[in-house]
């Protein structure tokens, strides 16, 4: 079955606490994409990825990270999370170039004390 | 700036009553119109694409139409099932997508 996955789906942590959100999708997709969403702000995009070895910033990337080392995995790195950034994760990806019709994955709901 | 704004924020229909919901954008440069369904605890579910005024597309009970300024997402004769947030999202040639904070429908049997 074509999809993407997440993990975890559910995290609580600890401020400045170190974490990684991984992502995998398993369609030979070329871009990959991490958006935040919060009630009245709608999916922010955070970071995304061309290729391998190619990532670029979206419109919230503070206090995250992402790699692309290989093609299938795109995870999401939070170095020192903060209670700003409580928040629920969505994984998206899409081929080639058509960053229109993506597949998103189920959501990762973080809670940063 | 790029902007998109969906109203209303929240619906609640009746089944069988149908309805629009509205997307309205002003985007320097746009290059493509969307429409997503997103179901609660879930990831959001590509719907549509309109590129150009005057565009429609359609999928069961779902119309999608697009004008320089805003596009609709018609619903004819919703069911319970068609419940879920709609969301809009426009791309302007950057690799992204920016999402409209979405409109909860509701419909009632």
């Known amino acids: 079955e074509a999809q993407v996955t997440q993990n975890p789906r559910y995290l609580i942590t600890v401020t400045g606490k170190k974490l990684t959100v991984t992502c995998s999708q398993n369609m030979n997709h070329e871009y990959m994409s991490w958006y935040r969403q919060d009630p009245g702000l709608g999916l922010r995009q955070i970071y995304y990825?061309?290729?391998?070895?190619?990532?670029d910033k979206g419109d919230v990337p503070e206090g995250y990270k992402v790699s692309r080392k290989e093609k299938r995995n795109f995870p999401l790195i939070l170095e020192s999370p903060s209670p700003n950034q409580t928040s629920l994760y969505f994984c998206a990806s899409s081929l080639g170039l058509a960053v229109n019709e993506q597949f998103f994955g189920p959501g990762t709901r973080l809670t940063v004390l | 700036e790029d902007q998109v704004t969906q109203s209303p924020e929240a619906l609640r229909l009746q089944e069988g009553e149908s309805s629009s919901l509205n997307c309205s954008y002003t985007?320097?440069?746009?290059?493509?119109l969307f429409w997503y369904r997103q179901d609660p605890g879930k990831g959001p579910e590509f719907l549509f694409t309109?590129?150009?005024a005057g565009e429609e597309k359609e999928k069961e009970r779902l119309k999608a139409t697009l004008t320089k300024k805003e596009s609709f997402l018609h619903i004819t004769a919703p069911k319970p099932e068609d419940s879920a947030t709609y969301l809009c999202a426009f791309n302007t040639g950057r690799r992204a997508l920016t999402f409209g904070s979405g409109t909860r429908l509701q419909v009632q049997p």
């Open positions: 985007v320097s440069g746009l290059r493509g």
């Open positions: 990825s061309m290729n391998v070895e190619v990532t």
């Open positions: 309109l590129y150009s």
